[in-house]
């Protein structure tokens, strides 16, 4: 085992977390002050604005994978669990809403806000997971 | 399973940040280990136990019952 597993995983961690989410911020405000300044906005720049707000949160994910991956036994412990935890709330969501979608009890919902359902629930898993041990 | 990790950690005046600094690993490892409410895999319980100059047996205490709690953090 080397020393410093933990310590060196989380630097690589935000040193790529923090760039990646000031990207991001920029990524939208630009995309939606370009698409503004459009009567009818071009189809071409839809969708490089939308592949390119994707990529960073994906890149996040990866990241976080990365981290579970290179960080310390119990600390890769919490973060799969706080994973695999904000996957399945975020799935039972998709169930959820597609079921009342589909016996019309809701119209519409925007599947963009599944992502946060899932950064918050795998959030709160993490605070959960980690406040157990410190208790 | 018990151990005597937080005693040997008390007897040099380390602090939980400075062991798992020694061990490469988070304070909240530590934590757990020390509480055990997670059990270390064998080569992290043999960094321990090779850090504190102790052979594994003294260190970790395997006689105990299993206990429903542990490794879930």
Same mark, same amino acid.
């Given at each position: 085992m080397t020393r410093q597993t933990f310590k060196s995983a989380k630097r690589r961690y935000l040193r790529l977390l923090w760039?990646? !989410?000031? %990207?991001?911020?920029? #990524?939208?405000?630009?995309?939606?002050?370009?698409?503004?300044?459009?009567?009818?906005?071009?189809?071409?720049?839809?969708?490089? %604005?939308?592949?390119?707000?994707?990529?960073?949160?994906?890149?996040? %994910?990866?990241? !976080?994978?990365?981290?579970?991956? /290179?960080?310390? /036994?119990?600390?890769?412990?919490?973060? %799969?669990?706080?994973?695999?935890?904000?996957?399945?709330?975020? #799935?039972?969501?998709?169930?959820?809403?597609?079921?009342?979608?589909?016996?019309?009890? #809701?119209?519409?919902?925007?599947?963009?806000?599944?992502?946060? #359902?899932?950064?918050?629930?795998?959030?709160?898993a993490t605070m959960t997971l980690n406040r157990n041990v410190c208790e | 399973m018990k151990n005597c990790v937080r005693a040997l950690r008390a007897e040099r005046g380390w602090s939980q940040a400075t062991l798992a600094d020694e061990l490469g690993v988070s304070r909240q490892s530590v934590n757990a280990i020390e509480t055990g409410k997670y059990d270390p895999s064998l080569p992290l319980a043999f960094a321990i136990a090779r850090l504190f100059n102790q052979t594994i047996e003294e260190v970790f205490d395997d006689t105990q019952p299993p206990n429903q709690s542990q490794n879930k953090p």
């Open positions: 760039p990646l !989410m000031t %990207l991001y911020v920029i #990524i939208i405000l630009a995309g939606s002050y370009t698409l503004s300044q459009f009567d009818a906005e071009p189809r071409w720049l839809q969708i490089s %604005l939308a592949l390119a707000s994707a990529a960073p949160v994906i890149a996040t %994910l990866f990241a !976080m994978l990365r981290y579970a991956n /290179e960080t310390d /036994e119990y600390t890769r412990l919490v973060q %799969l669990k706080a994973f695999a935890w904000g996957g399945a709330f975020t #799935i039972s969501a998709v169930f959820l809403v597609g079921f009342f979608q589909i016996f019309d009890v #809701i119209a519409s919902f925007e599947v963009f806000w599944l992502g946060p #359902i899932f950064f918050l629930a795998y959030g709160l | -």
